[in-house]
């Protein structure tokens, strides 16, 4: 089994009984959001939170 499927199986597998369909899509979304972040970190695709906070000030009128 590929990695990937492993750790989807990990994520449903670590819910409760009762989790409804629409739980689980959730973890799995949150769970590739934090996946994608971590792998950012890695690349060094990252910014500091003082060069986000001049960026969002120019968005605003």
Do not use: H
Not at 42 to 53: A, C, F, G, L, S
């Amino acid at each position: 089994m590929s990695i990937v499927k492993e750790r989807l199986t990990e994520v449903i597998q670590n819910q409760p009984e009762d989790a409804s369909y629409d739980e689980i899509i959730r973890e799995l979304a949150f769970e590739n959001m934090i996946e994608r972040g971590l792998e950012d970190v890695r690349q060094e695709r990252v910014i500091t939170n003082d060069e986000m906070e001049q960026r969002i000030k120019t968005w605003q009128p």
